[in-house]
Each structure stands twice: as C-alpha cells, then as structure tokens.
C-alpha cells in the first residue's frame, strides 16, 4: 500500500495543529469532569456512573428495543445506543442504567444483586 504525499501548506499545518489542540483540550476537559464530576446530582438522578455520564455515547439513529437484564421489562430507544437496564432495577441495585456496573465504579461490594435469578420468573 502507499499513500499519497500530504503537503506543507501553511494551511494544513494550521488545521493539524488545531485538531491536536482540540483533541487534547476535549480529553483533558473529559478528565476534568471524570475527576471533579460536576454534574453529580443529574447524574444519579439518571442512575449512570461516571463513564456512562461524561464519555461521548455513539449510536446509529434508529428506534430499539431492549429487554432490561434484570426484569426483562421490554425498554424502547430513539437510537441503537440502549441501556443494559430500566431505571427502577439500576436504582434498586445501584446500578449503572447503561453499563450495568456499580454505579459508583465498586469492583468490590459487600453485596450484589443476583439478576439472573430474578429474570427467569
Ligand atoms: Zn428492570
Ligand atoms: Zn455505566
């Protein structure tokens, strides 16, 4: 393979360093926000944990459908960017609506929800 020769415009030199300066500034602003979680209240409100709330979700745009993993509730999206659970199991197990992770990013907890007893009723 061999790729075409790029150029030295002043132009492009321009433009590359602002995309680098862009890139650099919106991953230490995300860091920021990791870090000092400045929308804390809206975030438990909406029952996500810290990675859900503040990366950037991608999805393509079409209606979805998921069945919550833990009740199996039928949960309908306006895009394919869906939720492993419905907000009423996130919040009774603290649980991460989106991820399914501890809220609170606990790879240790004293206890944890069994989801998959409570699906197969
Ligand atoms: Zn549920
Ligand atoms: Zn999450």
Known sequence: MR???????RST??????RSKQRVDSTLKLADQLRND???SERLEACLCKACYYFTQMGGAAMTNRECAGCGKDEIY??????ALCLDCAKAHSLCKRCGGDRDM????DTWPDM???SSD
Request: glycine share 4%; proline share 3%.
């Open 106 to 109: 606990r790879t240790r907890r």
């Open 116 to 118: 998959s007893e409570t």
């Open 3 to 9: 790729q075409r020769r790029g150029n030295l415009a």
């Open 78 to 83: 306006n895009s394919t960017a869906t939720d």
């Open 38 to 40: 400045p929308a804390k």
């Open 13 to 18: 030199i321009v433009a590359a360093s602002s």
